[in-house]
């Protein structure tokens, strides 16, 4: 979390608008997170299905349910991103730096 401070705190002196920080961190954490559902999905659905296979009764995995996910998961990180965001560009950021 420090250093999430440090480089808003050094962008917003050297002139960046709280926008473009905010678009930074999000492309950042957005590329992160489909990393992870490309990677994660598959080994999720392979392991529910296995575990499934278990009942008499089974149900259908569907493809919607991942997507909601991913959607939900987006979403809280995107509105974390922004409280971060306005908290550090609200400071003075020569007092965030000398702080930390």
Request: overall charge positive; cysteine-free.
């Amino acid at each position: 979390m420090l250093l999430h401070y440090l480089k808003i705190a050094f962008r917003k002196i050297n002139g960046a608008t709280t926008q473009n920080i905010l678009s930074m961190l999000f492309n950042n954490y957005s590329l992160l997170i489909f990393v992870g559902a490309v990677i994660v999905y598959p080994i999720a659905y392979y392991i529910m299905n296995r575990w499934l296979q278990n009942y008499g009764k089974q149900t259908a995995i569907n493809w919607w349910i991942y997507l909601v996910i991913l959607l939900s998961l987006g979403i809280i990180i995107l509105l974390t991103i922004i409280g971060q965001v306005y908290k550090t560009s609200n400071k003075n950021p020569a007092e965030v730096v000398k702080k930390e």
